[in-house]
């Protein structure tokens, strides 16, 4: 009975801490920044009106860091990683936690004490929950530290609350600060593609069609959304997001690494977020709310005239 107590204990205390991880389920969305930048995968880009807040470092890149007086390497690693929610210093207290406590909990005399009676199991798993909060509330604080240290200013915009307001078009919008090394000029056209792209991503992954996906995004991309369709799946999930509206966006920076040019975008818009059950029951969101959200896109082509496709997506705040 114990042996049966102590399995439940740990699936449950799993569920707690593994759960949030996916039901925020859009494209890129409750899973962190992930992608590359080129050189500047590790450096935050300006702020600006759209995303007045400092971007989130990246959780999972195959981008190698700069050495110092050096040239950034190619990537180290053809599969992508999952370091968004184990990876860093927030990572490792995550885990050894967990690991402290569950091995306690299977090997021992459970985290704090012993179980005794359905009454003590129920004490246990208040005690995990209260130890899950403890750690999510250490991870915020330290992502706070490392966005202090990544440097950048984080300004409140003139406007900061106009979610609902459609604003003017995103290419009549300047060019924010950032290395101007190599700029490169973004023009109307660019912008629509940017906008087109939105859509289209958010519909391929609606659809869990990866071969979709593969046309609009880099290989490294499409690695990290693979992975996270194959989660979803292995819970029996599907995540759909429908009617996705750009509300406002800025150019944060444009810039040409030898002839590959990138440009990173803030966009802020809203869409339908729904994730179904294989029974077809909503697990999260509502399909008559519409959310606003709020991140940071990264476009990448080999030569101008190239299509642009998707190279990063980070979060902000």
């Known amino acids: 009975m114990r042996g049966k107590a102590r399995l439940l204990a740990a699936l449950a205390a799993f569920a707690l801490v593994l759960g949030p991880a996916l039901a925020e389920a859009r494209p890129g969305g409750g899973r962190g920044s992930f ?18 807040d400092a971007a989130r470092p990246m959780d999972r890149t195959l981008q190698q860091p700069t050495r110092p007086g050096g040239t950034v390497p190619g990537a180290a690693s053809t ?13 490792a207290l995550l885990g050894g936690l967990i690991g402290v406590g569950l091995g306690g909990l299977l090997f021992g ?49 003139p406007n900061p609350r106009g979610l609902h307001r459609m ?30 792209l939105l859509r289209e991503v958010n519909a391929a992954w609606s659809r869990r069609d990866e071969a979709g996906l593969a046309r609009l995004a ?52 809203s869409l339908i977020d729904v994730t179904y059950d294989a029974q077809d029951r909503v697990v999260e969101g509502d399909a008559q709310r519409r959310e606003v959200t709020t991140e940071l896109w990264t476009f990448r082509r080999n030569s101008p005239g190239e299509a642009w496709k998707l190279s990063a997506i980070q979060q902000t705040g």
């Open 218 to 269: 880099t290989p490294e991309m499409m690695g990290f959304f693979a992975q996270d369709l194959r989660d979803l799946a292995a819970r029996g999930w599907r995540n759909e997001t429908r009617d996705v509206r750009l509300e406002q966006g800025d150019l944060a920076e444009a810039w040409r690494e030898g002839g590959t040019e990138f440009a990173t975008v803030a966009m802020r818009f």
């Open 79 to 91: 599969v992508p990683g999952r370091s968004g929610m184990f990876g860093g210093f927030g990572g």
């Open 35 to 52: 992608g590359s930048r080129g050189s500047r995968t590790f450096s935050p880009p300006p702020v600006t009106r759209t995303a007045p």
């Open 109 to 157: 005399n459970g985290l704090f004490g012993g179980i005794h009676g359905f009454g003590g199991l129920i004490g246990l798993l208040l005690q995990i929950a209260l130890i899950v909060l403890l750690v999510r509330f250490a991870l915020s604080f330290f992502r706070g530290r490392q966005h202090a240290m990544a440097g950048g200013p984080n300004p409140r915009g």
């Open 167 to 196: 604003a003017q078009p995103m290419g009549s919008r300047p060019m924010a600060g950032g290395a101007a090394s190599a700029p490169v000029a973004v023009g109307d056209s660019d912008f629509r593609a940017f906008e087109s």
